[in-house]
């Protein structure tokens, strides 16, 4: 029994991980193969969006009607964690600490040390940045007080691996966010800002690790949005506060240059920030997080009006802001679809607490902020919506979920008062062979999406063979939990990841959120829980989560 995460299968017993079984898990979860991207805007791509959407509904009820049934003993509860880093470099004359853009050579010594020891405590993964490490344990966790008190040491082993992997001056750090992403020169080696996948004033392109799926991600984002990506959180305001007059944003010296994506690629000067405070008159909560309170006109407002704020903000215009930063993330094995049904639904009212109280981002682009989480910043850095998209589509495709999956009675229709949108196509299709509305529309909702990178060589495959269109899709709905079928030929159960929280400065204090989390999964299932609360209700939650000191003052 084991648990896939990205690219590898991992066991109970780390002595059963073989070659052909990551090789397997390579083939089931396609994205993280290396082929030929296509680019957005190819003709090529364009021709191939339906195909792989069509394929991934075909792949989807494949697994689903062969294992909807699987229950039992055959899956316990398991669970593991992902925990991502950052790694630093300092120059003790300069007094100065830069991203360390090295992460690819690292993950490399680091595989190939593994070859050699294949019992140490950790794995280790690609993440988006250049200067990111992601480590999960090498054996998985069960429900026991052992391994429960396991979890902590696995944190602690893992900083002891890459130590020995890192130059003179480096460091491996445990933080959400650079806090001098974006100012100045802030990568070690230093580069200029932009490059043809960003297009960004701020970041370079080789900030973003080099696997050609994430540099394809920021690329066809900005293209599908036709421009780049509008970030903004609110800035935190006193006396010494400076901003842009123009459009209430961070004072810049290449502000004048900012392209509105969300206006269609319009100048900046096209907008009337003053204008827009007539229009919106809303509080600056609401206004960041319009889709919280289905306002849309308030989303479309909020959109369009890309730099420009209704109140002074952190202007920011690439993926990297976003998906570079560091999360902590978790993934329980339930015993059954409809087990692993109910406690998505009630780990999803938990989030917003757990955010609030993981909170770990005080600041963006060397500026001290109005919020105290990375979530809104990661939303925005792939909201690849285009205008006329808004606001039938309520949300990034990062972000909260959209409606309750439970086929238990306790669910009332009234809890699921969101009403998202989706693909009825899809939601035919599944009704059709057999799943039940509440299924079907959680996955239809997931399709509304197009998939960002294709792999010229990976578009034509084998259905019963492979589920990599559908994961395609799955993958890059980056929600608050995600509900995740089992892999082909794995052996593996139904399972719900948990993605709210942030990474803490301490192993201790990892640790403590896992295991929390774990223990309140394990009550879910064992008290059978119902927690549930309307889901609009759940969505205000993310907004309140966000302000600051919200764990203490938020209600």
């Not at 470099?89 to 300069?94: N, P």
Request: proline share 6%; with cysteine; hydrophobic share 35%.
């Amino acid at each position: 029994i084991g648990l896939i995460y990205r690219n590898q299968v991992i066991t109970r017993d780390s002595n059963k991980t073989s070659q052909n079984s990551t090789h397997k898990q390579q083939k089931n979860m396609g994205f993280l193969e290396v082929g030929t991207p296509l680019e957005f805007t190819d003709p090529e791509h364009q021709k191939a969006i339906p195909h792989v959407k069509e394929h991934g509904i075909d792949q989807l009820l494949h697994c689903y009607t062969t294992f909807r049934e699987f229950d039992g003993d055959c899956a316990p509860f398991l669970w593991g964690d992902e925990v991502e880093y950052i790694v630093v470099h300092q120059k003790a004359e300069e007094k100065k600490t830069r991203l360390a853009l090295r992460a690819k050579t690292i993950l490399e010594e680091l595989a190939e040390r593994r070859e050699k020891e294949p019992n140490l405590p950790a794995k280790w993964a690609p993440e988006f940045g250049e200067y990111m490490l992601e480590g999960i344990p090498t054996k998985v966790y069960d429900n026991s007080l052992h391994s429960m008190l396991d979890v902590e040491p696995c944190l602690r082993a893992r900083w002891e691996m890459v130590q020995q992997h890192l130059k003179a001056g480096e460091h491996l750090i445990s933080m959400t966010n650079f806090p001098l992403m974006g100012v100045g020169e802030f990568t070690e080696p230093p580069y200029p800002a932009g490059g043809a996948i960003t297009k960004s004033l701020f970041v370079p392109d080789q900030a973003i690790n080099p696997h050609p799926r994430f540099g394809t991600l920021a690329r066809n984002i900005r293209l599908r949005r036709g421009g780049n990506v509008c970030i903004m959180v609110p800035m935190y305001e006193d006396e010494n506060t400076k901003t842009d007059p123009k459009r209430n944003i961070d004072a810049h010296p290449r502000n004048d240059e900012i392209v509105c994506g969300g206006c269609g690629g319009g100048n900046v000067k096209d907008v009337d920030a003053s204008q827009l405070e007539k229009e919106v008159r809303h509080t600056p909560t609401k206004f960041f997080f319009a889709q919280y309170w289905k306002d849309t006109d308030l989303v479309r407002a909020r959109y369009h009006a890309c730099p420009t704020s209704v109140h002074p903000s952190i202007f920011m215009d690439a993926m990297p802001f976003g998906m570079g930063s560091c999360c902590l993330q978790e993934t329980f094995q339930m015993k059954s679809i409809d087990q692993a049904r109910h406690t998505y639904d009630q780990l999803a009212v938990l989030c917003p607490v757990m955010l609030a109280l993981s909170a770990g981002t005080p600041y963006q682009k060397g500026i001290l902020a109005g919020t105290d989480v990375r979530w809104m910043v990661i939303s925005a850095s792939v909201d690849d919506r285009k205008a006329e998209e808004v606001p039938h589509i309520m949300k990034s495709r990062y972000d909260s979920i959209s409606a309750y999956m439970s086929n238990r009675p306790e669910l009332l229709p009234e809890f699921n008062d969101i009403d998202p949108a989706y693909d009825q196509n899809t939601y035919e299709r599944l009704l059709k062979a057999g799943m039940d509305e509440i299924l079907a529309k959680h996955f239809a909702h997931l399709f509304i999406r197009d998939p960002l990178v294709i792999f010229k060589e990976r578009v034509y495959v084998d259905d019963k063979a492979t589920t990599e269109h559908f994961e395609n899709i799955q993958s890059t709905n980056w929600q608050t939990v995600r509900f995740k079928p089992p892999p082909l030929n794995s052996g593996i159960g139904w399972r719900v990841e948990f993605r709210v929280m942030e990474v803490q400065p301490t192993d201790f204090e990892n640790a403590a959120m896992l295991v929390f989390v774990a223990l309140f999964t394990l009550a879910i299932i064992d008290m059978d829980l119902c927690l549930y609360i309307p889901l609009s209700k759940v969505d205000e939650n993310m907004a309140i989560a966000h302000e600051m000191d919200a764990v203490l003052n938020g209600k």
